[in-house]
């Protein structure tokens, strides 16, 4: 099983912004831009219906809890703000899949399937296996984006998309397979010095990411809040302090 070898017959991306032409081209505006939205929604007294299961520092990990027929489909969302970085860097880390297996913890492979254009991919996560439930895999495609503020005083926003799709490449089968909706969106702050001389000091993103996961088949819903409760937050932090070290030395990416 470990000695296979992989034959990558992945055409390498095409040097072009998705294109209106492409067939997931409506589906992902559409739900990028409901992820952008989301953004500017002010609580209205939603606060409450969030439970909150971890915070440290500028980090708030919040989750909802839904089940449907005995299946948790928890939805959760983080929010960060960690200086030093941008939007454009957080982002551009989260999506680029030849980093991935530096920050990831919890998949055994990663890989890509198609590209669809410069910032669009199909790819494969194959997910560790937690006992005592069967292994998981993802197939989905992940885009990335850079939108304008909503108004003059709105920082621009930078946003990654992981949003579950089949593909004839990868027929579900020999996992169980979960299907995601999963954002990273990223504004960054300037607070410009006196000199004018912008540093990472004087820059902060504010992040906020969010994750609808179906584990797709039964998994016992106490392990599985178990391990969602420890996961997200390793990940946000492991993940965020990945982009400030492989970011610290190189020019400010804005
Ligand atoms: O967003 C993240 N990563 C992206 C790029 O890879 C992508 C992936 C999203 C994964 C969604 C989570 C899948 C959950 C699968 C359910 C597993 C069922 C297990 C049954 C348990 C009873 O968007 C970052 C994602 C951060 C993920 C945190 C939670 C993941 C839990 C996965 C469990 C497996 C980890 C086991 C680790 C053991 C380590 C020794």
């Given at each position: 099983e470990e000695n296979k070898i992989a034959i990558k017959t992945t055409k390498p991306p095409?040097?072009?912004?998705?294109?209106?032409?492409?067939?997931y081209y409506d589906e992902i505006n559409e739900v990028v831009s409901r992820h952008i939205h989301r953004i500017y929604e002010k609580t209205k007294g939603g606060e409450d219906t969030w439970e909150c299961i971890a915070e440290e520092g500028e980090l708030k990990v919040y989750k909802r809890e839904i089940e449907e027929n005995g299946i948790v489909l928890d939805p959760l969302k983080a929010v960060h703000t960690v200086t030093g970085i941008t939007g454009h860097e957080v982002c551009h880390h989260f999506w680029d899949?030849?980093?991935?297996m530096d920050w990831e913890?919890?998949?055994e492979s990663s890989d890509v399937?198609?590209?669809?254009s410069e910032d669009t991919f199909i790819c494969h996560n194959v997910i560790k296996r937690v006992w005592p439930a069967s292994q998981r895999d993802a197939v989905f495609w992940t885009h990335i984006r850079h939108v304008p503020g909503e108004s003059d005083e709105e920082p621009d926003v930078w946003i990654v998309v992981n949003y579950s799709t089949d593909h004839k490449s990868v027929p579900a089968g020999k996992y169980v397979r979960v299907t995601m909706n999963v954002a990273m969106v990223c504004q960054t702050i300037i607070d410009p010095p006196a000199d004018g001389k912008?540093?990472?000091?004087?820059i902060r993103c504010k992040i906020s990411y969010t994750a609808d996961v179906n584990p797709g088949g039964w998994a016992p819903a106490s392990v599985l809040r178990a391990v969602y409760k420890r996961e997200y937050p390793r990940f946000l932090k492991r993940f965020t302090s990945y982009v400030k070290d492989a970011t610290a030395k190189r020019e400010v990416m804005f």
């Amino acid at each position: 099983e470990e000695n296979k070898i992989a034959i990558k017959t992945t055409k390498p991306p095409p040097k072009i912004l998705l294109q209106p032409s492409n067939p997931y081209y409506d589906e992902i505006n559409e739900v990028v831009s409901r992820h952008i939205h989301r953004i500017y929604e002010k609580t209205k007294g939603g606060e409450d219906t969030w439970e909150c299961i971890a915070e440290e520092g500028e980090l708030k990990v919040y989750k909802r809890e839904i089940e449907e027929n005995g299946i948790v489909l928890d939805p959760l969302k983080a929010v960060h703000t960690v200086t030093g970085i941008t939007g454009h860097e957080v982002c551009h880390h989260f999506w680029d899949i030849k980093v991935r297996m530096d920050w990831e913890a919890t998949l055994e492979s990663s890989d890509v399937v198609e590209w669809l254009s410069e910032d669009t991919f199909i790819c494969h996560n194959v997910i560790k296996r937690v006992w005592p439930a069967s292994q998981r895999d993802a197939v989905f495609w992940t885009h990335i984006r850079h939108v304008p503020g909503e108004s003059d005083e709105e920082p621009d926003v930078w946003i990654v998309v992981n949003y579950s799709t089949d593909h004839k490449s990868v027929p579900a089968g020999k996992y169980v397979r979960v299907t995601m909706n999963v954002a990273m969106v990223c504004q960054t702050i300037i607070d410009p010095p006196a000199d004018g001389k912008i540093t990472r000091d004087n820059i902060r993103c504010k992040i906020s990411y969010t994750a609808d996961v179906n584990p797709g088949g039964w998994a016992p819903a106490s392990v599985l809040r178990a391990v969602y409760k420890r996961e997200y937050p390793r990940f946000l932090k492991r993940f965020t302090s990945y982009v400030k070290d492989a970011t610290a030395k190189r020019e400010v990416m804005f």
